[in-house]
């Protein structure tokens, strides 16, 4: 996770196991070339705006824009079912976009239980950030 440059922040399960580098390179590149806006966020019913299996920096920043409390956010993260790494980049970003401590320190502690089965070593997962990209 965390490919493209930080804009990938969280995947579900099945994007993890499988590996889904060409869903996750879309994922990116549709937030860099169309990012989801505050009326999306404010119209969806998880962090995944665009119901693509991952959750994007500007998805993130666009339900703080639509005006979402903490809590509102935190339950459309969790209801995703994604597992969120940050790096210290992608925390910095979320802050300049104005995304409270509270829920960026909440995510990385969301859907602990598929952070753990994923982790398991028969599965093969890593489930950590990259290494920073310098973009």
């Given at each position: 996770m965390g490919a493209g440059g930080g804009y990938l922040l969280g995947a579900n399960?099945?994007?993890?196991l499988q590996r889904d580098t060409t869903g996750a390179e879309r994922a990116v590149q549709?937030?860099?070339?169309?990012?989801?806006?505050?009326q999306q966020a404010a119209n969806a019913t998880t962090a995944d705006i665009n119901n693509d299996g991952f959750v994007t920096l500007d998805e993130v920043s666009a339900?703080?824009?639509?005006?979402?409390?903490?809590?509102?956010?935190?339950?459309?993260?969790?209801?995703?079912?994604?597992?969120?790494?940050?790096?210290?980049e992608q925390q910095d970003q979320l802050r300049r976009n104005g995304v409270s401590e509270n829920v960026i320190r909440q995510m990385s502690d969301l859907n602990r239980d598929v952070r753990d089965r994923l982790a398991s070593p028969q599965n093969g997962v890593i489930l950590k950030p990259p290494p920073p990209t310098g973009r």
């Open positions: 399960s099945d994007k993890l549709t937030a860099q070339t169309a990012p989801a806006t505050p339900m703080k824009q639509a005006g979402l409390s903490d809590q509102v956010m935190i339950d459309r993260l969790r209801a995703t079912g994604q597992v969120f790494e940050l790096t210290p």
